[in-house]
């Protein structure tokens, strides 16, 4: 039987370079999009690609909640074994956005959108172990939570909010993995590498020159999911975070577990208020 993949973000850059890399080693996957047209169309490129492989796609907005625990009460209908999780999906804001549930759009994409997503699927990956669940985070998780106004309303940066959900992403793996010890499932966070894709659409232009001179392709950023996903080399490692496919550091504050266990606590609320 075939190991069944979810990636999230797998219509563009680093998601899709890892959707095609998941299928050539003969993984089943599973893909959420919120653009049915972008969707087909690298579906089609894997099946191109890797002519037996098995992909679904399903209709999901990572920036509406109810969006999400729709999807995931019909994949859990669909699919008892899930094996892998890659919660790969961001965005980079350059002004003030709100999701589908008047939340800022980069905590709500690129935190709670993972946060609850893996929350949704635990049981499922727990049925499934060994299981593995990727965190795709960022070297720009710099600085610290920004408790007072975790969603910037006083005063919006774009790279501010994306910082700060980089830094949750760790966060959140490092909290996860001690919440899930024991259950043959692991979870680890990474940085892909500065990689030159659509992430940087919103950016000043003076700034994206650098970008084709010192960004590497899709296919590498791609390497280090892949590689957490599958090799036997890290089969039981879990909360740390890796580049280059190899374990690297993190800033000081993303290994603070009680800004984990705040921040978690305030997800959980955040998904109440708009689930409930
Ligand atoms: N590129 C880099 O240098 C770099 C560096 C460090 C970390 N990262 C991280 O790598 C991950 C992938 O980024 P990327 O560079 O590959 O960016 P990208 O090319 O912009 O791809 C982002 C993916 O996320 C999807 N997405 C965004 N909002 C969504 C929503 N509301 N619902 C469903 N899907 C949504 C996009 O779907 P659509 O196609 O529908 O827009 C797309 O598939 C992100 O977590 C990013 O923070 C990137």
């Given at each position: ?20 890399g ?14 049915a ?89 727990k ?61 680890n ?58 374990r ?29």
């Amino acid at each position: 039987m075939a190991k069944v993949a979810l990636i999230t973000g797998s219509t563009a850059g680093i998601g899709k370079e890892t959707a095609l890399g998941l299928a050539k080693m003969g993984m089943e996957l599973i893909l959420p999009v919120r653009n049915a047209q972008k969707g087909e169309a690298i579906k089609q490129e894997i099946l191109k690609q890797s002519p037996q492989a098995q992909v679904r796609l399903y209709d999901c907005n990572l920036a509406s909640l109810k969006s999400i625990q729709t999807f995931t009460e019909q994949v859990k209908k669909d699919y008892p074994q899930i094996h892998v999780l890659i919660n790969n999906a961001g965005v980079w804001q350059q002004n003030q956005a709100l999701s589908d549930d008047g939340i800022e759009m980069t905590f709500a994409v690129n935190h709670l959108a993972p946060f609850l997503l893996t929350n949704l699927l635990l049981d499922t990956l727990k049925n499934s172990a060994p299981a593995r669940i990727v965190n795709v985070a960022s070297d720009l998780h710099q600085g610290d939570i920004n408790f007072s106004d975790i969603e910037f309303k006083k005063s919006f940066s774009g790279i501010g909010a994306y910082k700060q959900s980089k830094l949750a992403n760790i966060l959140f793996t490092r909290l996860l993995a001690k919440k899930i010890e024991g259950t043959n499932i692991t979870t680890n966070a990474l940085m892909p590498g500065f990689i030159a894709t659509e992430l940087f659409r919103n950016i000043p232009a003076f700034l994206r020159w650098i970008i084709p001179i010192f960004a590497k392709t899709p296919k590498q950023g791609a390497e280090t999911s892949i590689y957490l996903a599958t090799s036997e080399e890290v089969k039981f490692v879990s909360g740390e975070y890796f580049k280059n496919k190899k374990r690297g550091s993190s800033s000081y504050n993303s290994k603070n577990i009680q800004t984990a266990q705040r921040l978690w606590e305030i997800s959980e609320q955040y998904i109440q208020k708009v689930l409930s």
